[in-house]
């Protein structure tokens, strides 16, 4: 049976061939298990924590030489897991980091389950659960800004916010518990019109939590944009320009892009996930129906919309096209200046303006034939969703939907708790909410409750003795 206490092992570093392989041993057999397999001038057991030593891995049954390594010991509670930690720095061939992790099983350790490192860290207080969340976050991170987001949630900054709503809903419950048992300390009525402004308060301030998730969603997994457009707009090649190499087939045949056309693109640090769509027409084309449909379909799941028009066209605005974007966020791109009569782009700008499209909608004049218009493109994608200031150092910045979600059933139980001082409820009943209010609040860090009320109670007011 799997138990937290067994003595666990895993490869740490990733598979393939490389330069050097990390086997990572934690638990409180970590020490004998490393020293039945590794030979050097000194036994695992003698060595000093936090020292480093080289020596060879020896088959204990053959007495074959596996690897020669370097061995890294880190004695409890010093430690990524605050237990007893050993480090096998071998060569990378996975043949060999499979071998070394046979003979460590064959010496007591068992195989680490997924995650386990990090979920002892956070069993063994090292960590809260946001931290934990925060390192997959980290390794996950295909940009410098959302590495940065997770960096900030691995330094604890979202588990300090927390904490300090908590406290802050603990000391309200502690001066009610105050109030209701002894009211001769405090008037009821006082302590419920403070209880109900520094409720409205925690309210504001998790709301504004809240509205971070926006920006915090986006960092960690891209801003999800299609381009759309007419065929031969030129969205395959606004495409390759923001790739910055020919990702896409561009001909002059319209209808050249029937499937969706991917592509991952950073942008100063935001991911953009892009999609080149078929151009949008009709067409008796089954297999380009396909494409147009999913074009369409894309639109409305997108968080935002890059819509190529060419100014070469007779007619180049799609009514239908407009339509679907004019209550999103947009990029309305009009494409080939160059090859546009004087003054059109300025009667499609007005011809738009009929269409009451959203605030959230921005145009850019473009001719990617002289290299005009992508980096117009990058700056409006960068306004539209942030403002144009991706600084996180000063700002809370939400990126997990558990945790949004566990925000706002905290919300709803503060609004419990200040509609029922409203309706004249006895205050005592408040307690109720607002324990549930830090509970949901606790679910995030991954804290009971429980116990913290019971000592904030007692060590806040000198209630006994």
Same mark, same amino acid.
Request: overall charge negative.
């Given at each position: 049976?799997?138990?937290? %206490?067994?003595?666990? !092992? =895993?490869?740490?570093?990733?598979? +393939?061939t490389?330069?050097?392989?990390?086997?990572? #041993?934690?638990? *409180?057999?970590?020490?004998?298990?490393?020293?039945?397999?590794?030979?050097?001038?000194?036994?695992?057991?003698?060595?000093?924590?936090?020292?480093?030593?080289?020596?060879?891995?020896?088959?204990?049954?053959?007495?074959?030489?596996?690897?020669?390594?370097?061995?890294?010991?880190?004695?409890?509670?010093?430690?990524?897991?605050?237990?007893?930690?050993?480090?096998?720095?071998?060569?990378?061939?996975?043949?060999?980091?499979r071998?070394?992790?046979?003979l460590?099983?064959e010496?007591?350790?068992?195989?680490?389950?997924?995650?386990?490192?990090?979920?002892?860290?956070?069993?063994?207080?090292?960590?809260?659960?946001?931290?934990?969340?925060?390192?997959?976050?980290?390794?996950?991170?295909?940009?410098? %800004?959302?590495?940065? !987001? =997770?960096?900030?949630?691995?330094? +604890?900054?979202?588990?300090?916010?927390i904490?300090? #709503?908590?406290? *802050?809903?603990?000391?309200?419950?502690?001066?009610?518990?105050?109030?209701?048992?002894?009211?001769?300390?405090?008037?009821?009525?006082?302590?419920?019109?403070?209880?109900?402004?520094?409720?409205?308060?925690?309210?504001?301030?998790?709301?504004?939590?809240?509205?971070?998730?926006?920006?915090?969603?986006?960092?960690?997994?891209?801003?999800?944009?299609?381009?759309?457009?007419?065929?031969?707009?030129?969205?395959?090649?606004l495409?390759?320009?923001?790739?910055?190499?020919?990702?896409?087939?561009?001909?002059?045949?319209?209808?050249t892009?029937?499937d969706?056309?991917?592509?991952?693109?950073n942008?100063?640090?935001i991911?953009?996930?892009?999609?080149?769509?078929?151009?949008?027409r009709?067409?008796?084309?089954?297999?380009?129906?396909?494409?147009?449909?999913?074009?369409?379909?894309?639109?409305?799941?997108?968080?935002?919309?890059i819509?190529?028009?060419?100014?070469?066209?007779?007619?180049?605005?799609?009514?239908?096209?407009?339509?679907?974007?004019?209550?999103?966020?947009a990029?309305?791109?009009?494409?080939?200046?160059?090859?546009?009569?004087?003054?059109?782009?300025?009667?499609?700008?007005?011809?738009?303006k009929?269409?009451?499209?959203g605030?959230?909608i921005?145009?850019?004049?473009?001719?990617?034939?002289?290299?005009?218009?992508?980096?117009?493109?990058?700056?409006?994608?960068?306004?539209?969703?942030?403002?144009?200031?991706?600084?996180?150092?000063?700002?809370?910045?939400?990126?997990?939907?558990?945790?949004?979600?566990?925000?706002?059933?905290?919300?709803?139980?503060?609004s419990?708790g200040?509609?029922?001082?409203?309706?004249?409820?006895?205050?005592?009943?408040?307690?109720?909410?607002?324990?549930?209010?830090?509970?949901?609040?606790?679910?995030?860090?991954?804290?009971?409750?429980?116990?913290?009320?019971?000592d904030?109670?007692?060590?806040?007011?000198?209630?006994?003795?």
């Amino acid at each position: 049976m799997i138990s937290s %206490k067994d003595t666990i !092992a =895993a490869i740490s570093t990733a598979q +393939g061939t490389g330069g050097i392989g990390i086997i990572r #041993i934690s638990g *409180k057999n970590a020490v004998g298990t490393a020293d039945g397999i590794f030979h050097g001038k000194t036994s695992v057991k003698d060595m000093d924590s936090h020292t480093i030593q080289y020596g060879k891995i020896k088959d204990t049954k053959t007495g074959e030489i596996i690897d020669e390594v370097m061995l890294t010991k880190m004695s409890a509670p010093a430690t990524y897991t605050r237990e007893d930690v050993i480090e096998i720095n071998c060569h990378g061939n996975i043949l060999i980091q499979r071998r070394i992790l046979s003979l460590i099983y064959e010496n007591g350790a068992r195989p680490a389950e997924p995650g386990e490192f990090t979920k002892r860290a956070f069993l063994n207080g090292r960590i809260d659960l946001t931290q934990a969340e925060a390192v997959m976050d980290l390794i996950n991170s295909k940009t410098e %800004k959302s590495r940065e !987001a =997770a960096v900030l949630q691995l330094s +604890g900054k979202i588990s300090g916010y927390i904490n300090n #709503i908590i406290e *802050k809903l603990l000391n309200i419950m502690a001066r009610i518990e105050v109030t209701v048992d002894y009211p001769e300390h405090d008037d009821e009525a006082d302590t419920a019109v403070i209880a109900e402004t520094e409720l409205k308060e925690i309210y504001s301030d998790l709301s504004s939590a809240i509205e971070s998730y926006d920006t915090g969603r986006l960092l960690k997994t891209g801003i999800q944009t299609t381009i759309v457009g007419k065929p031969n707009s030129g969205k395959s090649t606004l495409l390759n320009e923001l790739a910055g190499y020919d990702r896409a087939i561009v001909t002059d045949i319209p209808g050249t892009t029937r499937d969706i056309v991917e592509e991952n693109i950073n942008i100063d640090g935001i991911l953009l996930n892009l999609k080149d769509t078929a151009g949008i027409r009709r067409s008796e084309d089954v297999v380009e129906q396909i494409g147009i449909k999913l074009a369409m379909e894309n639109i409305k799941t997108s968080d935002l919309v890059i819509y190529v028009i060419s100014l070469s066209e007779e007619d180049p605005v799609d009514i239908h096209i407009l339509e679907e974007i004019k209550d999103k966020k947009a990029i309305i791109f009009l494409n080939k200046e160059d090859l546009a009569k004087d003054g059109e782009a300025d009667n499609i700008k007005e011809i738009l303006k009929g269409y009451s499209l959203g605030e959230n909608i921005k145009i850019v004049v473009s001719s990617l034939k002289r290299e005009k218009g992508a980096e117009e493109i990058k700056k409006a994608i960068k306004d539209m969703f942030f403002s144009g200031n991706l600084s996180q150092n000063d700002q809370l910045i939400i990126t997990a939907e558990r945790h949004v979600n566990l925000i706002k059933q905290s919300q709803n139980a503060i609004s419990d708790g200040i509609d029922s001082l409203l309706g004249g409820m006895p205050l005592d009943m408040l307690s109720v909410d607002i324990r549930n209010a830090a509970e949901y609040l606790g679910e995030i860090v991954g804290m009971s409750i429980s116990e913290n009320l019971i000592d904030k109670i007692f060590s806040s007011f000198c209630i006994g003795k």
